[in-house]
């Protein structure tokens, strides 16, 4: 670096510095240059993938910049639920952790247990890895419908191909099939047309083109007072006779965001990303940046734009930005961060026939009251708990499996409105990152 983008980079880092400043937030500025000189480094690394001998662990050098094996066992414990396992020589499998449980150095508290899993079947045709692939994953929902620490909650396998409803909710041609359990064990599932006729998609020749395959549970986190959903999102691949690697629902995932669990899955990563498409960067931006636009429009939510953002500006070569999102969700706004996974979990065991106990929501609820106290000051941050404590209050009244009351309802409504400005003006405080979702939400207008 020359002494002029260097002189330009402290101004840069002096001016993100300033805006956290007058926000509260103490940004490090020597740990910030840190953070810089050495994503930089990563990046002009042609050696990507770094493997952590100590940890057993191993990523895309820029993303294991922002991972801490701290509670490494716990992710691995959990993903002995989620991994879809197979017979040597059949199935291969790579988990890793995704999401914010990828970022653990600067997020102290994820929201979800987010996994990741390259699932590599090797059959002679398409056809049987697709049924392998049936096999595996009603096997491991069969094999993990409940237990002391966890609850199945759905799977995603297949695609509808016209317009109906199934389970009372709606669903569009091209949208992703969800089975509830009962629906896995029969292997069937009845849907309503448009036309008001009833179809029978069937487990087995829906997964002929399974489209996005995710399992979903709950899981218990007792030390924590906590539940957790935890999901995995299946990347399956077919190698056939030739050796060739092809993905079965038609794109081959990038791993740019991925920590994987176990050293030894080193060789069927490097074998599978080696199929990865050249343009696999510049593809997985765009995609983060369409949910980027997502959040930032249709479906409101600051906090999980800013987690996607951070994403964007560190793959993009916007570091500067970058390290001012990175810093945002250190304490305390990723304890506000946790308002979404109990918002979730809250869903989740207010759905019909829900057996997620709601004296579990309501010591989530206890816990992050407590950690939001403790940690935030300010006549900002007493709305939020407020908001959070009128929330706990109706869950007095609220059973497990009960649909929201409006009481319910409305307190949810105000906890996320509250958090939503707060991510909010702490985006908006940095000129580059206001005019990034200015132009973000002035293209969603004029569309």
């Keep these: 670096m020359n002494d002029a983008s260097s002189a330009e980079a402290m101004d840069d880092i002096q001016r993100i510095v300033e805006s956290a400043r007058r926000l509260g937030i103490e940004l490090d500025e020597e740990a910030t240059t840190q953070w810089l000189a050495a994503i930089a480094a990563a990046q002009a690394d042609d050696d990507v993938v770094l493997v952590d001998a100590e940890s057993g662990t191993f990523g895309h050098k820029v993303s294991m910049l922002d991972f801490s094996p701290r509670d490494l066992e716990r992710f691995r414990r959990i993903g002995q639920i989620v991994e879809v396992t197979g017979p040597e020589g059949v199935a291969e499998s790579a988990l890793a952790l995704s999401g914010s449980a990828a970022q653990s150095k600067i997020q102290s508290f994820p929201g979800d247990c987010d996994y990741f899993q390259r699932l590599n079947i090797i059959a002679p045709t398409r056809e049987e890895a697709c049924a392998i692939l049936a096999r595996l994953m009603r096997e491991k929902v069969l094999s993990t419908l409940s237990g002391e620490t966890y609850q199945f909650l759905e799977a995603k396998l297949g695609t509808y191909q016209f317009d109906c409803t199934a389970h009372g909710w709606a669903n569009r041609a091209g949208s992703p099939i969800t089975w509830t359990a009962p629906d896995i064990e029969a292997g069937r599932l009845e849907v309503q047309k448009a036309d008001g006729t009833t179809a029978t998609l069937l487990w087995d020749e829906v997964a002929l083109d399974p489209g996005w395959c995710k399992l979903d549970w709950v899981v218990t986190d007792p030390s924590r007072k906590q539940l957790s959903n935890a999901s995995n999102v299946i990347d399956v691949t077919w190698e056939g006779p030739d050796g060739e690697i092809v993905a079965l629902d038609g794109y081959l995932d990038a791993y ?117 106290t403790r ?45 939503n400005t707060f991510f909010r003006d702490r985006l908006v405080a940095v000129p580059t990152i206001k005019d990034y979702i200015d132009g973000m939400q002035a293209g969603y207008a004029a569309s």
């Design 256 to 372: 740019f965001q991925e920590v994987y669990l176990d050293a030894e899955a080193v060789p069927v990563f490097a074998k599978v990303a080696k199929f990865v498409s050249d343009d696999a960067l510049d593809d997985y931006v765009e995609r983060l940046e369409e949910e980027v636009r997502k959040y930032l429009t249709k479906h409101l939510n600051y906090g999980k734009a800013a987690k996607r953002m951070y994403n964007v500006f560190r793959l993009s070569g916007r570091h500067v930005d970058a390290a001012f999102v990175r810093e945002l969700f250190d304490e305390p706004a990723t304890i506000l961060y946790q308002v979404w996974s109990l918002i979730v979990t809250l869903q989740n065991a207010t759905q019909p026939g829900s057996s997620i106990p709601i004296d579990a929501v309501q010591s989530q609820a206890d816990e992050l009251i407590l950690s939001v």
């Design 375 to 419: 940690a935030l000051d300010g006549d900002e941050e007493t709305e939020i708990v407020a908001a959070l404590l009128t929330l706990r209050r109706t869950l007095d009244s609220q059973e497990a499996g009960q649909e929201r009351t409006d009481a319910v309802e409305a307190a949810q409504a105000r906890v996320v409105n509250l958090i």
